[in-house]
């Protein structure tokens, strides 16, 4: 049910205004919820084909591993020589007002530490394919970080789209017919009442053109 709201010409402009108001912002709401359905759905093929790499370079890594420790001897030792990951850095885009995380990794073609004499192609391998992983792992964090941070953006879209169409629209809507039905309801009454009073008026002059008539006659 319409809210009712007192029939004056000044309350259907301002009922108008709101109505095209928010129309127009049922428009932007579902324009952007599609950007980001789209923006979202690309991230999506993104991460499934980074996780597919990831798991293809995890199996070659520790194959490698394995194939090191056999040849040369447990390895562990050689892990201080890795160098603590420092290099990764955050920054943020704006896609529809949704800020969107950029993990870049500065870092990622650091040389091994190790020394080349007395280790073999097969560690060499292993460190390639664990810094090839550390590079994937950074870009499917942003990728699947964004989806996680459109996810959200797109529910809130949707139900401030649904709120305007399915209650704000439908309300102004039924302000501006009920304004319009009594402001039209008015005239038809005043239209009524304008005729009414002018056939009496005619009817009064004619009943005062015939009294002078029958004056003029009797006089006579």
Excluded: H, W
């Excluded at 000044?10 to 129309?23: C, D, E, F, M």
């Excluded at 950029?102 to 040389?111: A, C, D, G, M, R």
């Excluded at 009064?204 to 006579?220: A, C, G, H, T, W």
């Amino acid at each position: 049910m319409a809210e009712q709201v007192f029939p004056t010409k000044g309350n259907l402009i301002k009922a108008k205004r709101s109505l095209l108001q928010a129309k127009q912002g049922f428009e932007l709401m579902d324009r952007k919820r599609n950007v980001l359905i789209r923006e979202m759905v690309a991230l999506t093929d993104k991460s499934r084909l980074i996780r597919g790499s990831i798991e293809e370079t995890y199996r070659r890594a520790y194959s490698a591993l394995q194939k090191a420790n056999i040849t040369m001897g447990s390895i562990s030792t050689l892990a201080q020589f890795v160098p603590e990951e420092n290099g990764l850095e955050i920054s943020y885009r704006s896609v529809m007002g949704v800020e969107i995380p950029t993990v870049e990794l500065k870092s990622e073609n650091t040389p091994p530490l190790y020394n080349f004499a007395t280790t073999n192609s097969y560690l060499d391998i292993a460190y390639m394919c664990f810094n090839e992983t550390k590079r994937l792992t950074a870009v499917l964090s942003e990728v699947e970080n964004s989806i996680y941070r459109l996810a959200i953006a797109i529910k809130r879209t949707q139900k401030r789209a649904n709120a305007l169409k399915n209650i704000i629209i439908p309300k102004f809507e039924g302000q501006v017919k009920f304004i319009t039905d009594s402001l039209e309801e008015k005239e038809r009454e005043e239209f009524s009442r304008q005729k009414v009073i002018k056939s009496q008026k005619m009817k009064k002059e004619q009943r005062e053109r015939l009294m002078k008539l029958f004056k003029l006659k009797s006089d006579s």
